[in-house]
């Protein structure tokens, strides 16, 4: 089954227009051949409390579709590595011409100049070396004029100027090579090209499947939407920052909400909202960036970057060190506790174990260590989880210096509350999101993939890489509904209503092959 399919999607909600590139920053309209193309950024997957952007290959969060000017149909999606800067139509030929890029924050002018065939849709980078594009026009045929920053800090320095114009003449623009272009120019006095992005839905971190079939979302500068059974938004409660986190209550009467202003700032607003009619109560506004972590039973914990952790409705205060977002996130669905990342070592990221609110003493205790192999003595990354027959699945990474290395993502299996591992799946990409089924884990990857797990053994029972009308999406949330619903959020801010392939758990393959 390793091959299989593990979902389809039924149902997607927060369509529109040009969905899949996100916040949209240049149009280009092209008479000949009656395409749009559009260039957005759907943002890096991190907020202040928790990220998912590692990867052991090239992570592209920018999009350029190509639209059917009468249907505003996608009919092509290239993923990019830096901001679109620039777009071009060939004046004859099938092809359109990309330009992306930025300035690293530090020395280098980064980006690429990219050729998109219209017939074939096969994207090329051009450019012998990363150069940032910020304008383009076709002369002729044969011939691009382009505006490219120059490489480094250095070179400004020099020149006075951090653009160069550039004619790039190619014989052939179909028949061109990935990285044969080598380019010099002559350095021009800038022109500002200010984008003033058209915002649009983007980055879904939150989503959850009520028992009467309404769902609810939290995303970029929507703190909590709802949506009916039937695909209507019934409600929505906008936000000026992010929704981050999203957590129901057992009786599902009300949803605890995790606000995030952004990085000017960087404050968090945690508040209730009644399911009803999307009425919102406040419950706590902090001057610094926090998550919120729940059990089972309801209760609520609020755990800032810096200073003690809050617990409701105790109001008890736990002291668990400094948080960061790379370490500490521990999100562990059903958990018959909270649950908490703490370092035990000299600084917060070293030595991390898992522990566990005690309401009864009103303090945390140590259960296990992060790390389930101490010989291997590695520094481990938090990460989402599903507290399940008895044992914590959850995602991890291992730092290294270097990055995320294949195969240093992991799920893992820990028998409750020894810390055991009973079992170790590896990944090349980091799990964004998790829940299960029955006795099916699902896994989400940035990637865009999808791997169900079986949760007893973790074999692999299927994997899929993640599609919407036909272009990949990144799921960013999940959220299990049985016998067969899923859930999930994506990178672009849709929510897709999936039914799962893979229903059919580990007892029931065992007393079949019996």
Same mark, same amino acid.
């Given at each position: 089954?390793?091959?299989?399919?593990?979902?389809?999607?039924?149902?997607?909600?927060?369509?529109?227009?040009?969905?899949?590139?996100?916040?949209?920053?240049?149009?280009?309209?092209?008479?000949?051949?009656?395409?749009?193309?559009?260039?957005?950024?759907?943002?890096?997957?991190?907020?202040?409390?928790?990220?998912?952007?590692?990867?052991?290959?090239?992570?592209?969060?920018?999009?350029?579709?190509?639209?059917?000017?009468?249907?505003?149909?996608?009919?092509?999606?290239?993923?990019?590595?830096?901001?679109?800067?620039?777009?071009?139509?060939?004046?004859?030929?099938?092809?359109?011409?990309?330009?992306?890029?930025?300035?690293?924050?530090?020395?280098?002018?980064?980006?690429?100049?990219?050729?998109?065939?219209?017939?074939?849709?096969?994207?090329?980078?051009?450019?012998?070396?990363?150069?940032?594009?910020?304008?383009?026009?076709?002369?002729?045929?044969?011939?691009?004029?382009?505006?490219?920053?120059?490489?480094?800090?250095?070179?400004?320095?020099?020149?006075?100027?951090?653009?160069?114009?550039?004619?790039?003449?190619?014989?052939?623009?179909?028949?061109?090579?990935?990285?044969?272009?080598?380019?010099?120019?002559?350095?021009?006095?800038?022109?500002?090209?200010?984008?003033?992005?058209?915002?649009?839905?983007?980055?879904?971190?939150?989503?959850? =499947?009520?028992?009467?079939?309404?769902?609810?979302?939290? /995303? &970029? *500068?929507? %703190? @909590?939407?709802?949506?009916?059974? $039937? #695909?209507?938004?019934?409600?929505?409660?906008?936000?000026?920052?992010?929704?981050?986190?999203?957590?129901?209550?057992?009786?599902?009467?009300?949803?605890?909400?995790?606000?995030?202003?952004?990085?000017?700032?960087?404050?968090?607003?945690?508040?209730?909202?009644?399911? =009803?009619?999307?009425?919102?109560?406040?419950?706590?506004? /902090? &001057? *610094?960036? %926090? @998550?919120?972590?729940?059990?089972? $039973? #309801?209760?609520?914990?609020?755990?800032?970057?810096?200073?003690?952790?809050?617990?409701?409705?105790?109001?008890?205060?736990?002291?668990?060190?400094?948080?960061?977002?790379?370490?500490?996130?521990?999100?562990?669905?059903?958990?018959?506790?909270?649950?908490?990342?703490?370092?035990?070592?000299?600084?917060?990221?070293?030595?991390?174990?898992?522990?566990?609110?005690?309401?009864?003493?009103?303090? $945390?205790?140590?259960?296990?260590?992060?790390?389930?192999?101490?010989?291997?003595?590695?520094?481990?990354?938090?990460?989402?989880?599903?507290?399940?027959?008895?044992?914590?699945?959850?995602?991890?990474?291992?730092?290294?210096?270097?990055?995320?290395?294949?195969?240093?993502?992991?799920?893992?299996?820990?028998?409750?509350?020894?810390?055991?591992?009973?079992?170790?799946?590896?990944?090349?990409?980091?799990?964004?999101?998790?829940?299960?089924?029955?006795?099916?884990?699902?896994?989400?990857?940035?990637?865009?993939?999808?791997?169900?797990?079986?949760?007893?053994?973790?074999?692999?029972?299927?994997?899929?890489?993640?599609?919407?009308?036909?272009?990949?999406?990144?799921?960013?949330?999940?959220?299990?509904?049985?016998?067969?619903?899923?859930?999930?959020?994506?990178?672009?801010?849709?929510?897709?209503?999936?039914?799962?392939?893979?229903?059919?758990?580990?007892?029931?393959?065992?007393?079949?092959?019996?």
């Amino acid at each position: 089954m390793t091959d299989s399919e593990v979902l389809t999607v039924q149902q997607v909600l927060g369509d529109g227009r040009f969905a899949e590139v996100g916040d949209v920053r240049l149009t280009e309209t092209d008479s000949r051949t009656g395409h749009v193309a559009v260039g957005g950024a759907l943002g890096r997957p991190l907020w202040a409390g928790h990220s998912v952007a590692s990867s052991s290959g090239p992570t592209a969060w920018n999009r350029v579709g190509v639209y059917r000017a009468d249907t505003l149909e996608c009919v092509h999606l290239v993923r990019l590595y830096w901001p679109v800067n620039a777009l071009a139509f060939h004046p004859e030929l099938p092809i359109l011409a990309i330009g992306s890029g930025s300035y690293d924050g530090g020395y280098f002018y980064e980006g690429e100049l990219t050729v998109l065939d219209l017939e074939s849709g096969h994207a090329t980078s051009l450019l012998k070396d990363r150069r940032e594009v910020t304008g383009l026009r076709w002369r002729d045929r044969h011939t691009l004029d382009a505006k490219i920053s120059v490489p480094t800090e250095d070179d400004e320095n020099e020149l006075g100027t951090t653009t160069m114009d550039v004619a790039i003449a190619v014989p052939d623009w179909r028949a061109a090579k990935a990285r044969s272009l080598q380019v010099n120019g002559v350095a021009v006095a800038p022109t500002a090209t200010p984008f003033a992005p058209e915002k649009r839905r983007r980055q879904a971190w939150a989503v959850a =499947a009520l028992s009467d079939g309404r769902i609810l979302a939290s /995303l &970029d *500068r929507v %703190a @909590v939407e709802c949506w009916s059974a $039937t #695909g209507e938004r019934e409600w929505s409660v906008p936000a000026s920052g992010v929704g981050c986190q999203l957590y129901v209550d057992p009786a599902e009467n009300t949803a605890v909400l995790n606000t995030w202003t952004g990085w000017t700032g960087s404050a968090s607003t945690v508040e209730r909202v009644r399911l =009803a009619d999307g009425h919102v109560e406040p419950v706590r506004t /902090l &001057d *610094r960036p %926090a @998550v919120v972590v729940t059990d089972e $039973t #309801g209760q609520l914990a609020i755990r800032p970057e810096t200073g003690p952790t809050e617990v409701l409705p105790s109001d008890s205060r736990v002291e668990l060190g400094r948080y960061d977002l790379i370490n500490h996130f521990f999100d562990i669905r059903r958990a018959p506790t909270l649950l908490f990342l703490q370092g035990m070592g000299a600084r917060a990221h070293e030595d991390k174990w898992i522990v566990a609110f005690d309401p009864t003493r009103q303090r $945390t205790e140590r259960l296990f260590p992060l790390e389930w192999d101490a010989a291997q003595g590695r520094q481990l990354f938090g990460g989402p989880g599903v507290f399940v027959d008895g044992s914590i699945v959850h995602a991890t990474a291992v730092h290294n210096g270097a990055g995320l290395l294949p195969g240093n993502s992991c799920v893992v299996r820990r028998s409750y509350p020894d810390g055991k591992a009973q079992w170790v799946f590896t990944a090349d990409h980091q799990v964004t999101a998790m829940d299960t089924i029955g006795c099916t884990v699902y896994v989400a990857f940035n990637s865009g993939e999808i791997v169900a797990l079986d949760a007893t053994d973790g074999q692999l029972l299927g994997r899929q890489h993640l599609q919407v009308n036909g272009h990949p999406v990144v799921p960013l949330s999940m959220s299990a509904a049985a016998p067969n619903r899923l859930i999930i959020g994506t990178l672009d801010g849709r929510v897709l209503v999936c039914d799962t392939a893979v229903r059919e758990s580990y007892a029931t393959r065992a007393a079949t092959a019996q």
